[in-house]
């Protein structure tokens, strides 16, 4: 069942390497969105926008719910790593309560 396993990984592996030849370089004139969104996004954005910073107006306006969503899935993780990091209590020593030396719990 490993060598299967090990079989398919390796499969996969090579198609996806095969995939990545045929992609446009980074940050080529050639692409779609260098061709076709990203003269409309520097030629409206100060009117559509009423900002005169292009990436501003691209962030909030144009791009605002993906913007959205993506800080509430970020305030999200942060808020469970808060809540699972402070909720364990194992190996913690207890605390005492002022002078007397009792233990709070």
Not at 29 to 38: E, I, K, L, R, S
Not at 52 to 79: C, H, K
Request: glycine share 10%; net charge negative; charged share 20%.
């Amino acid at each position: 069942m490993r060598g299967l396993v090990a079989v398919l990984l390796a499969i996969m592996t090579g198609l996806f390497c095969l995939v990545i030849t045929y992609l446009p370089k980074i940050g080529s004139a050639d692409t779609a969105p260098n061709q076709h969104v990203t003269p409309v996004y520097i030629a409206r954005s100060a009117e559509d926008t009423g900002s005169p910073n292009i990436v501003t107006g691209v962030i909030i306006d144009y791009r605002g719910f993906d913007t959205m969503w993506e800080t509430s899935v970020m305030f999200l993780a942060g808020v469970t790593t808060v809540l699972v990091l402070t909720s364990n209590t194992m190996g913690r020593k207890p605390e005492k309560d002022g002078e007397e030396g009792e233990v709070i719990k």
